[in-house]
């Protein structure tokens, strides 16, 4: 099945996690990518991989937070390929932590990539989309509906990317430019391991229990599919839809259920914390 044959996909964030997977996926149906992202030896092995199976690619340093980089992305798409059919807003990092913890430049960090980057992938993209009434992708997150303790940067980030893909889902359907909002929940990815300046360290922060988590290749065919199909949101894995579900009509039940993780932790802290007999 290649419903994107002869089609153009740009993704930002395609060096690891969700991205990387999203880019062998598209390629698997047809397409042709362009990788953009900060780590250029990471991108230029998933091009020479992408490259070995037959498919075209071409790997563009990039990073949303710096203005002219996503146009950058674009000029070389259209160097090397002539089009861009679809554009995948992935790039993006969790800044995590008590309010009283952060500051506002952790805050304006936080931003800086997951709101602003994603809307300079839109205004570099959108020209070329317009021209094949192609489909822009956001990359949300089940935190972007859900939002909880300690995460309220991050969550505030989602829910503005939400908003931003609701308002263009009505602004761009007359000219056919289609867009999807992604919801992730837990999906295998490296950001456990980037901290609050969207560094990538060594040491794992604590995650969700593995079982919830699910592997970067099925969330990856979820989502081509929802692109495929333009739907205008797609929410990926099963508790996330259950904890959607509930916020929307049983808020008290994730209340609830947030205070009895957060006492479970605060237990589990002081019990580690505490001196042996």
């Not at 230029?44 to 992408?50: F, I, R, S, T, Y």
């Not at 990092?93 to 980057?117: H, K, M, S, W």
């Not at 505030?156 to 609701?166: C, D, G, H, I, N």
């Not at 929940?185 to 969700?208: H, K, M, P, T």
Request: net charge positive; charged share 20%.
């Amino acid at each position: 099945m290649t419903p994107f044959a002869g089609q153009v996909a740009l993704i930002t964030g395609a060096s690891s996690g969700i991205g990387a997977a999203l880019a062998r996926e598209f390629a698997r149906r047809g397409a042709a990518l362009v990788l953009a992202a900060r780590r250029v030896d990471r991108l230029e092995g998933l091009a020479a991989e992408l490259g070995r199976g037959g498919r075209a690619a071409v790997a563009v340093p990039c990073d949303v937070t710096v203005d002219g980089d996503l146009e950058r992305a674009v000029a070389a798409a259209r160097e090397r390929f002539g089009r861009i059919d679809v554009a995948v807003a992935n790039a993006g990092f969790g800044v995590i932590g008590p309010l009283e913890r952060l500051t506002l430049a952790d805050y304006r960090c936080q931003f800086e990539t997951n709101v602003f980057g994603v809307l300079r992938t839109v205004y570099a993209t959108l020209p070329e989309l317009r021209k094949t009434r192609g489909r822009l992708v956001i990359i949300g997150s089940v935190a972007g509906h859900v939002a909880g303790p300690q995460s309220s940067p991050y969550s505030m980030s989602k829910f503005a990317v939400r908003a931003l893909a609701e308002a263009l889902w009505h602004e761009l359907r007359p000219t056919g430019v289609s867009v999807t909002l992604i919801s992730p929940g837990f999906v295998e990815s490296e950001i456990a391991r980037v901290d609050n300046q969207g560094v990538l360290r060594d040491a794992a922060r604590a995650s969700a229990p593995s079982w919830l988590v699910m592997p970067t290749e099925r969330a990856a065919r979820q989502i081509v599919r929802a692109v495929t199909r333009r739907r205008r949101e797609a929410v990926i894995t099963g508790h996330g839809k259950l904890a959607i579900f509930l916020q929307r009509h049983a808020p008290w039940v994730v209340a609830w259920g947030v205070r009895a993780v957060a006492a479970r932790r605060q237990r589990g802290a002081a019990g580690a914390s505490a001196p042996s007999p």
